[in-house]
């Protein structure tokens, strides 16, 4: 096995709306002969990981549905520790619940909410009843935090700010458990057998990706793609290890040919 593992954010990093970033595929076909293994990890709750292969597989990428860790599989990881049985699982995809199977989905009083990002879904209605089903008791696991995303239309609001809205009116922590949390890096590299010291994290989110990886003891490279600004990274208590333009730039940091 190679002495280095790589893991890619997939939205600004890999991909940004409907097609790859320019170089990305060449960047991770090198790593691939060179043996260096790689995963992708992302908050990504929009869709199904099957569905977001599929979609990747269209746009030209070959990987398999294992190589992508997402934020809903690490919350059932959670949600199973936890030993909840009842779970209000709140996303826009209903074919998420096949993920979801061993819950029971549908109860009056759920243990917790599982929030992903709705979109234009979430409406004061919608966040009503949520509201109203954690002050009854219901605990808050939030499948990430995330402040905004680039939807290849410009900076779009994501699920953190509607978290932050329940939290504030319940005054109730949330559970986070996407990036930067701990779980989704631990989970994807486990089969590596590396240390965390020998990972590099490549992503866009200087909190999420960056954050998260220095958190863990893994290098981070920020990618000028996707939602990085240049005045988030002045304002961060945050340090990448290394900053390069694009994906397309990995090889060279790594020093592959």
Known sequence: MHD???????????YQGDSLISGAKESIN??????????????????TKKNLV????AMGLTLEVNEVFAAPHAAVEYCKNMEY?????????????????DFDLHAENPQAIVLGDMGNL????????LFKKILNGAEIVAMHKNKYWHSGNGLTLDLGAFVAALEFATEKE???????SPHLFQ????????????????????RGDIGGA????????????????????????????????????LPELLQLN
């Open 174 to 180: 949330a559970v986070v458990i996407g990036k930067p």
């Open 30 to 47: 090198l790593l691939r002969q060179n043996n260096i293994p790689c995963r992708f990890i992302t908050n990504t709750t929009r869709m």
């Open 4 to 14: 280095i593992g790589i893991l890619f954010d997939l939205d600004g990093v890999i």
């Open 85 to 101: 049985t009842t779970i209000d699982l709140v996303v826009p995809d209903n074919e998420m619940e096949e993920d979801f199977i």
């Open 54 to 57: 599929t979609k990747l597989q």
């Open 214 to 249: 220095n958190n863990v003891g893994m290098q981070s490279i920020l990618v000028k793609t996707g939602k990085y600004r240049e005045e988030s990274l002045k304002r961060s208590e945050i340090t990448p290890d290394f900053i390069i333009n694009s994906v397309a730039d």
């Open 187 to 206: 989970l994807a590299v486990k089969p590596w057998g590396l240390s965390f010291q020998s990972i590099y994290m490549v992503g866009d989110d200087i």
């Open 122 to 129: 979430f409406t004061f209605d919608l966040l009503n009843a």
